[in-house]
């Protein structure tokens, strides 16, 4: 297949249907309306017109674009980038491979990882949705309000947040962490980079901050580590 264009309220691609390209480059599906549900392997590009939800079985060859939310479900996976006007959310064990974008909140649970970088216009929270194992973001996080890392949770890059930031017991930044505004930075894991934050910075006993410490607040700070 070459491209398709559906206009129904709910679209659904479920097992053992499948979509293959016919050409070295992964097919387009376009919804123009409705929301699209993915239960099945699809070599191709997905533009979604409202939500997007990638079904348990469900495999995106290619990448994923959509104006409303985008869910992906256990055992399913985005191998591309994953675009969302609104929320993401991707329960325990699941996976994009490329980056994700968020115009609303990202939620990532844990089991769960992103192969690039992870960017938010609202909050970011990882190993919130599911227990399970260890959490990765591969490159940068961004949120525009406050980030949360759960426990064994990973960033390989710079985070960087527009509100406060919580990192958990055995967490990890590959580099900087900056908390911009008159925000707090409450650190229980390891930042291999350096740290800034706008208001206090708060350290646990086990804690490691390997790089300098900058806190801008007019509160108490303790380092502990």
Same mark, same amino acid.
């Given at each position: 297949?070459?491209?398709?264009?559906?206009?129904?309220?709910?679209?659904?691609?479920?097992?053992?249907?499948?979509?293959?390209?016919?050409?070295?480059?992964?097919?387009?599906?376009?919804?123009?309306?409705?929301?699209?549900?993915?239960?099945?392997?699809?070599?191709?590009?997905?533009?979604?017109?409202?939500?997007?939800?990638?079904?348990?079985?469900?495999?995106?060859?290619?990448?994923?674009?959509?104006?409303?939310?985008?869910?992906?479900?256990?055992?399913?996976?985005?191998?591309?980038?994953?675009?969302?006007?609104?929320?993401?959310?991707?329960?325990?064990? *699941? +996976? @994009?491979? #490329?980056?994700?974008?968020? %115009?609303?909140? !990202?939620?990532?649970?844990? /089991?769960? &990882? =992103?192969?690039? $970088?992870?960017?938010?216009?609202?909050?970011?929270?990882?190993?919130?949705?599911?227990?399970?194992?260890?959490?990765?973001?591969?490159?940068?996080?961004?949120?525009?309000?406050?980030?949360?890392?759960?426990?064994? *949770? +990973? @960033?390989? #890059?710079?985070?960087?947040? %527009?509100?406060? !930031?919580?990192?958990?017991? /055995?967490? &990890? =930044?590959?580099? $900087?962490?900056?908390?911009?505004?008159?925000?707090?930075?409450?650190?229980?894991?390891?930042?291999?980079?350096?740290?800034?934050?706008?208001?206090?910075?708060?350290?646990?006993?086990?804690?490691?901050?390997?790089? *300098?410490?900058?806190?801008?607040?007019?509160?108490?700070?303790?380092?502990?580590?």
């Amino acid at each position: 297949m070459g491209a398709l264009t559906y206009f129904s309220a709910i679209t659904t691609m479920v097992q053992p249907n499948i979509v293959t390209s016919t050409t070295a480059a992964p097919a387009r599906v376009t919804g123009v309306v409705g929301d699209f549900h993915c239960g099945s392997v699809m070599d191709a590009n997905v533009v979604v017109e409202k939500d997007f939800y990638a079904d348990d079985g469900c495999t995106i060859k290619g990448w994923v674009k959509t104006k409303g939310n985008a869910t992906v479900s256990p055992n399913s996976k985005v191998i591309g980038s994953l675009t969302a006007d609104k929320n993401v959310t991707l329960n325990s064990p *699941s +996976s @994009v491979g #490329g980056s994700v974008v968020s %115009g609303g909140n !990202a939620s990532i649970g844990n /089991g769960s &990882s =992103v192969g690039a $970088d992870l960017t938010a216009v609202g909050t970011a929270v990882l190993g919130s949705v599911d227990p399970g194992g260890k959490l990765t973001v591969g490159g940068k996080l961004t949120s525009g309000g406050f980030a949360k890392l759960g426990d064994n *949770s +990973s @960033v390989g #890059g710079d985070l960087a947040t %527009g509100g406060y !930031a919580e990192l958990a017991s /055995g967490t &990890s =930044v590959g580099g $900087d962490l900056t908390s911009s505004g008159n925000s707090n930075v409450g650190v229980q894991g390891t930042v291999k980079g350096n740290l800034t934050s706008g208001g206090t910075v708060s350290t646990g006993d086990r804690s490691s901050i390997e790089g *300098s410490v900058t806190a801008a607040g007019d509160g108490a700070t303790v380092i502990r580590g």
